[in-house]
Each structure stands twice: as C-alpha cells, then as structure tokens.
C-alpha cells in the first residue's frame, strides 16, 4: 500500500474508493445495513484506513491531528451542524430492532470516518497536489455523490436514490470545503456521522412533499455555505502548500 501511495496518490485513493464501494455494498446487499458482518466490515475499512495515515505520519495532513486552524473556525460550521440536525425533524423511530439498531448505529458512525477521510482525504488530497483546486473540489464531491448509485443494488428505489445522490453531491461541496478552508476534517466527520446515525433513529414516514422540501432547503444551505467557504475564508497554509494554482476566490 505505501509503495503504491508513494507512486501515485490519486490511484492509491480511487483503489481504496472501490473497495469501500463494492466490499460494503457487497456485505449490506447481502447481509443488510443492520447486520454485525457490515458494521464488522466497516471497523475493519476504518482501521485499515486510519492505522495506515497514523502509521505514515500523515495525520496532520489529512486533518486527523486536531480541530480548525483558526479560532473562529467554528463560525464556519454552523451551517454544517444545522443540516446535520434535519433528520430530526422527523419522529424517533428506528428503522431496526435491537440488537440490529446498534449494528446500524455503528455501522453509520463508522461511515461517517471512512468516506470522509477517502473522498475528502485520499481523493480530494491527491487531486489538490495536481493544482487545480476547483477540480479537486469538484470530483471528491460529485464522486462522493454518484457513489450513492450504489443505493439501487441494495433495494432502494430509483426516485429515492437519486433525490440521495444530489443530496450527497451537495453536502460534498460542504464537507469538502469545510476540509479545504479549515485543515481539519474531524467537522466533517462528526457531521456526517451525526447524519447517518439519526437516518436509522428518524422516521422515514413523512410525506414525499416533505421529504423534497427539507432536501431542497438543505440544498439550497449548502450551495450558500459553499460559496461563502470558497469566497470569503482564508486557506490555511497546510492545504495552501499543495496546491500549484490560485486559490479558490
């Protein structure tokens, strides 16, 4: 694995991208999300991933050594941390009986680190090195996205998938740009966390007008946040230094 990190970055994440991809989808397709061999696979995943960047001493790097750069970092999440409340608007009702609930539960915390440190870490990392930052935005967003496809092959409904996919790219911009703007990806991570967790202790019982509603608010918050991250906050020199080009501006 380090040999290939070395020789190429990019490779290194888009290999890691498909063994997330088709070895969880594999587990939850045939074991479902609730299931103890899911939530096993992904404590494996999460600790192949997190020991090879303690390992390598790429902590700082990937935003894992500690909290924003800058003391009024947390100005910048609030937008992040009310979209990670919208599951809450629904009823607590979970999806699974225990003890399937707490796989579920863990499983999706787990979710939350993996692709955030391959889509924002692995991907987005690798692509800024290139020194086109809006590219790299761009993909580790789309691609973090379109992953969500997956979603078909697992029983969901077209519709319904696709409604997620937009959500996901959206929320890419905002996870990623959260990363880029701050040196820190532990926002991102316990956000995204935070979402997948309450979307098995939320009721999913409401109206499809509801549903489209709260999804285009969410929507619509993250293209502002995105926008104000990209325009309007100063990089820090950790993700500065990666980059050949302009900033984003």
């Known amino acids: 694995m380090k040999k290939m990190y070395e020789k190429s970055e990019i490779t290194f994440a888009i290999l890691w991208i498909v063994i997330y991809a088709v070895g969880m989808g594999?587990?939850?397709?045939?074991?479902?999300?609730?299931?103890?061999?899911?939530?096993?696979?992904?404590?494996?995943?999460?600790?192949?991933i997190f020991l090879f960047v303690k390992k390598n001493g790429l902590m700082e790097v990937y935003g894992l050594a500690g909290w924003a750069k800058n003391s009024r970092a947390m100005l910048w999440f609030i937008p992040l941390w009310l979209l990670s409340c919208m599951n809450l608007l629904s009823r607590f009702q979970p999806d699974y009986p225990v003890p399937g609930l707490f796989y579920a539960a863990v499983s999706m915390a787990l979710v939350g680190f993996a692709e955030e440190l391959i889509f924002r870490g692995f991907l987005f990392k690798a692509m800024l090195k290139d020194g086109n930052v809006k590219a790299a935005v761009i993909v580790s967003s789309v691609t973090f996205?379109?992953?969500h496809i997956i979603n078909l092959f697992t029983g969901h409904e077209l519709i319904a998938t696709l409604i997620q996919v937009v959500f996901a790219v959206a929320m890419g911009f905002v996870f990623t740009l959260v990363f880029?703007?701050?040196?820190?990806?532990?926002?991102?991570?316990?956000?995204?966390?935070?979402?997948?967790?309450?979307?098995?202790?939320?009721?999913?019982?409401?109206?499809?007008?509801?549903?489209?509603?709260?999804?285009?608010?969410?929507?619509?918050?993250?293209?502002?946040?995105s926008l104000y991250l990209a325009k309007r906050v100063e990089t820090p020199a950790i993700n500065r230094?990666?980059?050949k080009q302009e900033d984003l501006a």
């Open 241 to 243: 230094a990666d980059t």
């Open 180 to 225: 880029y703007k701050s040196g820190s990806l532990l926002p991102g991570i316990l956000a995204h966390s935070f979402i997948d967790v309450t979307s098995v202790l939320a009721s999913d019982e409401g109206s499809q007008s509801a549903n489209l509603i709260v999804h285009i608010v969410v929507i619509v918050i993250s293209v502002a946040c």
């Open 145 to 147: 996205g379109m992953g």
């Open 26 to 48: 594999t587990l939850q397709n045939n074991f479902g999300l609730d299931s103890l061999w899911h939530m096993l696979g992904l404590i494996v995943i999460s600790a192949a």
